[in-house]
């Protein structure tokens, strides 16, 4: 059992949970990831470690409301538990010798670029960050990533919150400027993450992504988190989540993700109606 330290709402559908989990803090990395049950009938899920603290034994993880899992997740409370806390499991981010990067977030995706930006931070690279959102009320971790940037730029695409655009807009206007990076980190949509690789292709930047398909057992005997790179079939868990994004089939990956939508959204909408049904009992 993995007691909730403290539970903070980011925003209407995103939530922070910081967990106390000392062996996973012990030897967590960015890059990697937990797999967590909420109960003994829940379904195992990833979420990717969005910060850890080794002397307090905590581990960090951001969510957003979007299925079954996470939304039973979301209204578990400071003081509870979750039953089941596995990792820290994947492979830890390895950037090789970089002078100046830029670390990119979409959307949620800003959770898992955030332990990214603060490493290269702390190994004394200079970090531009870029951080977007499809409007204002949606922006998370902006004063953390502040802190472990160089230079922060924040996009939103209805113009609501700084900048006007998507983030490969405001990546293409860096590169444009003269700005010479060794390394680009892009983590987010799919789509997203294939626009920002193509463009990074295009100037010969080293480029890596994150990759969150379906998981199940975290091992890589499953099979369910295969994804193709370079030609090859590789699988997210074991292999990853990091992965060249000049040599990710995105077009796959997209297609995959979207196989069991309906399974999911039946999976919802049966929970939504419990619900109700003890709100009305």
Do not use: W
Request: proline content about 3%.
């Amino acid at each position: 059992m993995y007691r909730i330290v403290k539970k903070k709402v980011l925003n209407p559908d995103v939530k922070l949970m910081v967990v106390d989990a000392p062996f996973v803090a012990r030897k967590a990395e960015p890059g990697q990831f937990v797999i967590l049950r909420v109960n003994e009938n829940g379904e195992r899920i990833p979420l990717t470690i969005a910060d850890y603290d080794r002397e307090e034994g905590t581990v960090t993880i951001i969510f957003q409301e979007v299925g079954k899992t996470t939304k039973l997740l979301g209204t578990l409370e400071e003081g509870e538990y979750i039953l089941d806390f596995v990792g820290p499991l994947g492979k830890a981010s390895h950037f090789g010798e970089v002078k100046k990067a830029a670390v990119i977030g979409g959307g949620l995706g800003t959770a898992i670029a955030y332990p990214q930006a603060k490493k290269l931070h702390s190994l004394g690279v200079s970090v531009d960050t870029i951080i977007g959102f499809r409007n204002k009320d949606l922006v998370i971790l902006e004063e953390e990533m502040r802190k472990v940037s160089d230079r922060l730029f924040v996009a939103t695409d209805d113009g609501s919150y700084r900048i006007r655009g998507f983030v490969s807009d405001v990546l293409k206007k860096l590169i444009e400027e003269g700005n010479r990076y060794d390394l680009v980190v892009a983590i987010g949509p799919l789509v997203m993450m294939k626009v920002v690789s193509n463009l990074t292709k295009e100037h010969g930047i080293k480029t890596i992504v994150s990759m969150n398909p379906i998981m199940i057992d975290g091992t890589g005997m499953c099979g369910g988190c295969r994804v193709t790179v370079g030609g090859k079939t590789m699988f997210a868990c074991v292999d990853g989540p990091d992965f060249d994004g000049h040599e990710v089939d995105f077009d796959e990956a997209i297609r995959r993700q979207a196989m069991y939508k309906a399974e999911e959204k039946q999976s919802l909408e049966e929970h939504e109606c419990k619900l109700e049904g003890l709100n009305n009992g």
